[in-house]
T-cell receptor, first 115, second 111 residues
Framework: GAGVSQSPSNKVTEKGKDVELRCDPI?????LYWYRQRLGQGLEFLIY????????KSGLPSDRFSAERTGESVSTLTIQRTQQEDSAVYLC?????????????FGNGTRLTVT | QQPVQSPQAVILREGEDAVINCSSS?????VHWYRQKHGEAPVFLMI?????EQKGHDKISASFNEKKQQSSLYLTASQLSYSGTYFC????????????FGSGTQLTVLP
């Protein structure tokens, strides 16, 4: 079956521009996560959506970052007024529900380069 | 709070064993292990729950000591395909449903 799909796979943008990253989770997965991975670093939690509940935004690094998800479908991560330190791979993951016994299924990520 | 992984990197010869440790400063509900190859998405290996359980998959196994808030990943008779970066992810009290990852352990298996 189809896995988690992210687009674009690569994005180069100029400092100060806004970017929008898209994630299509696996059908039926109620939970969706966004992570940021800087070069050679670990996975940094950004935001978590679970069904129609209020999202957990505790990982968003600044108010330039926002994310939306409609129901249990597509999610978009928006970065406004991009800075060079925003350069990273942005990974989306989905899962069926609670983490206790549900693995995360990751997409291949969007590599963002801010010049 | 981010769990601490050790070692940061390890180099092995094919057939050798390795242990990767993951420890947390807070109580844990579960520990996840993932492997990421260069330029690819992380891939799920296993989940361990409270209760001090152990799990195994082929020649990769793991343990979870909830009292010590530690988990260890054991790679036995390593194969070239085991090369990659291993991440532990922890779900703890106070961070409901948020999986916090360690900084990773880079494993290189040489022929």
């Amino acid at each position: 079956g189809a896995g988690v799909s992210q687009s674009p796979s690569n994005k180069v943008t100029e400092k100060g521009k806004d970017v929008e990253l898209r994630c299509d989770p696996i059908s039926g997965h109620t939970a969706l996560y966004w992570y940021r991975q800087r070069l050679g670093q670990g996975l940094e939690f950004l935001i978590y959506f679970q069904g129609n509940s209020a999202p957990d935004k505790s990982g968003l690094p600044s108010d330039r970052f926002s994310a939306e998800r409609t129901g249990e479908s597509v999610s978009t991560l928006t970065i406004q007024r991009t800075q060079q330190e925003d350069s990273a791979v942005y990974l989306c993951a989905s899962t069926t529900g609670g983490l206790l016994n549900s693995p995360l299924h990751f997409g291949n990520g969007t590599r963002l380069t801010v010049t | 709070q981010q769990p601490v992984q050790s070692p940061q990197a390890v180099i092995l010869r094919e057939g050798e064993d390795a242990v990767i440790n993951c420890s947390s400063s807070k109580a844990l509900y579960s520990v996840h292990w993932y492997r990421q190859k260069h330029g690819e998405a992380p891939v799920f290996l296993m989940i361990l729950l409270k209760g001090g359980e152990q799990k195994g998959h082929d020649k990769i196994s793991a343990s979870f000591n909830e009292k010590k808030q530690q988990s260890s990943l054991y790679l036995t008779a390593s194969q070239l395909s085991y090369s990659g970066t291993y991440f532990c992810g922890t779900e703890g009290s106070g961070s409901a449903r948020q999986l916090t990852f360690g900084s990773g352990t880079q494993l290189t298996v040489l022929p």
